[in-house]
DNA sequence: CTGTTAGCGCATTCAT
DNA sequence: ATGAATGCGCTAACAG
């Protein structure tokens, strides 16, 4: 016995009424007498109808199904962007089209075009690279997108995050204040605009308004991961950095757990500050101090933003920055 | 100017063919001549032809998309098990919708109801919970269904796990061989089969192995978070217990550092085994000792018996076991 | 190897 | 308020 799928079809003829009819008790128009509503309903209910999404996708050119482009959702940091994009989504009954992309500008290429495919309705980014390939893909279409949690350099796209490089310049200045000269700047791929462009030239402006000057060896670029945080940490302790602004909870963590079995003293003979307080900053001792991004807000606001953007509506503000804060625990003095 | 969607009409009609053909080579169908096939792919790149998946899921009763349920994307065991699903799912072209469905019954139908209206080609369910009315929509439904890192407690439903049971067997054997008289339970909901059916049921087994008499006061269910997991120590503290199994590593690392605030001395006071060596076990000091699931491979395997159940192949095996293993840091003796 | 013909299940004019 | 007709873009027999 196959799966008789019924149809829009088959209600119209059980209930003797015209399949328009029945399509608009479905979606909820209004221009029909409640009783032959109720009595479509009541077939409908006796058949155990389900519409057929893609039916519906391909008749109205709608999917309600967005697309979200992340590098790992096995990032807390991403996970939690995703987490805030779903719910939005969930409110407004759009799907979430899940693609890791991983750093390969390669991959998100054809991901994207994967999700076009599918006729998303619109499309999230988290990923941090950008090159002019992707960004022409990204200009290409019509099909609406935002970025989450990173920036365009060139602006061209809309986005949620936070003042990434004011975010950082605060964390160096702070790690100046309480007397560090040398303060090392940890981060993923310098390749990033959230990192190469918006965090660096936080740490730069900071070291300016300061007087220090920039030294290129206090720059660490690594991949983003605890064991990648491990690794650096003992190039790090060897730069006579006493104190380090690091753009990832997983990479910071590695830093402290690292620099602490070397026997670095932590926060006394050396500070850290990370950046997005996930539970690892508080998992961790001593508990990383951090710069505290609304994760959830940012992947809520996104997909808030990305409805506008579908439905025509007219944004005032393309590129919005949460306002973030710092919370200060046991990885920094004072 | 509106997006002028070219269709394989369009493709058909410039390269002088008929859209079957442009279909047969959009589709690799071996029956093309190379030379039209060549003339065809020209016109496909010069046009920029992108087929319409939507249209094409239509008409061949195929979305190529599976639906994931997941409680939470943030939880690292979550995360870890949809990344295997996800990248395995890259491998045979499928994607993924995900939806987060949190622990209430009602919004899991409600999202497996909107993933079949979608018309997704299977579903991997990784909720731990289940119930009667759950039960009955999988069971009503045509598309395959393969549980990742649970287990249906009726063993309906195809599968793919690690023997919960013996995992938290081998773990309090060891806490109980290195001395331990009164080790605690610590788990999410009793109510999921994991922790209530098999993972206690490991426990009552170690137990009457070892001829110590079970006792209720020494199981504690609690919210699978960090800070669950602080909020209990105390508890765990005053029961007497010497030692616990912990479910999940969030919690895990709450109850260590509980404990630890507590001035409870790890593990020389009290041993902790956790269940899921996320990188969270070797980040809090002292690093947990835990259960090894292999996370990935567990997704990455029901991804793969979803795409034999989706293809009707013949599968020996619905309720796979994966092996696990132990791997003992510093928060047990020895 | 290639073309013709039907739908897939539904939304949407346009009438009535 | 309701029905009839059309087509969304594509796959899948079936011919030839």
Request: proline share 3%.
């Amino acid at each position: 016995m196959e799966k008789q799928t019924i149809t829009i079809y088959d209600v119209a003829r059980e209930a003797g009424v015209s399949m328009a009819t029945v399509s608009r008790v479905v979606n909820g128009n209004p221009n029909v007498k409640p009783e032959t509503r109720k009595k479509v309903d009541d077939v409908i209910a006796k058949l155990d109808y389900h519409p057929n999404a893609v039916a519906r996708g391909l008749a109205s050119k709608r999917s309600t199904t967005i697309g979200v482009i992340l590098p790992d959702v096995t990032n807390a940091f991403f996970a939690s962007l995703a987490r805030g994009i779903d719910d939005v989504a969930a409110m407004y009954k759009y799907n979430i089209i899940m693609e890791n992309s991983d750093e390969s500008i390669d991959r998100k290429l054809e991901v994207l075009e994967n999700l076009l495919a599918k006729q998303v309705d619109g499309v999230i980014y988290m990923g941090n690279s950008i090159d002019d390939r992707l960004r022409d893909a990204f200009k290409n279409t019509k099909t609406p997108i935002v970025f989450a949690g990173s920036v365009d350099d060139k602006k061209a796209m809309p986005s949620v995050s936070i003042d990434y490089k004011e975010a950082v310049k605060n964390s160096i200045s702070k790690l100046i204040e309480t007397g560090n000269k040398k303060v090392a700047f940890v981060s993923g791929s310098i390749e990033e605009p959230v990192n190469g462009k918006y965090r660096l030239a936080g740490y730069k402006a900071a070291l300016k308004d300061n007087k220090i000057k920039f030294d290129e060896s206090l720059v660490f670029e690594t991949a983003r991961s605890y064991d990648a945080g491990i690794k650096i940490a003992s190039e790090i302790a060897s730069s006579k950095a006493t104190a380090a602004y690091v753009s990832d909870d997983g990479i910071a963590a590695g830093v402290l757990n690292g620099l602490t079995d070397l026997g670095v003293k932590i926060p006394e003979d050396f500070e850290i500050i990370s950046s997005n307080n996930t539970d690892i900053t508080k998992m961790v001792r001593p508990q990383l101090s951090s710069v505290v991004q609304p994760m959830y807000d940012i992947g809520a606001v996104a997909m808030r933003l990305l409805t506008k953007l579908m439905n025509g509506e007219d944004v005032d503000e393309r590129n919005i920055a949460l306002p973030f804060e710092m919370v200060f625990r046991q990885s920094t003095k004072d």
